[in-house]
């Protein structure tokens, strides 16, 4: 299972559709487990915004590793 890090490209795939976004961090707690920090484009608006996912989340297709 891979641990993303700062700069890689998280794939999301939502209703047939892709979306991509940058990863910022990572955090872990106790509660949550592992989350991923991003930074997106077009989420719900035209705005740039940070996002907190899950590790697990199941709209995350895969990463993109430079």
């Known amino acids: 299972k891979y641990t993303p890090k700062p700069g890689d490209v998280v794939i999301f795939a939502r209703n047939g559709r892709s979306h991509t976004g940058i990863v910022e961090s990572t955090s872990y707690s106790a509660q949550k487990g592992l989350s991923i920090h991003t930074i997106e484009g077009n989420t719900s608006t035209d705005d ?19």
């Open 48 to 66: 740039v915004a940070r996002r907190v996912y899950s590790i697990n989340d199941a709209t995350i297709d895969g990463y993109g590793v430079f």
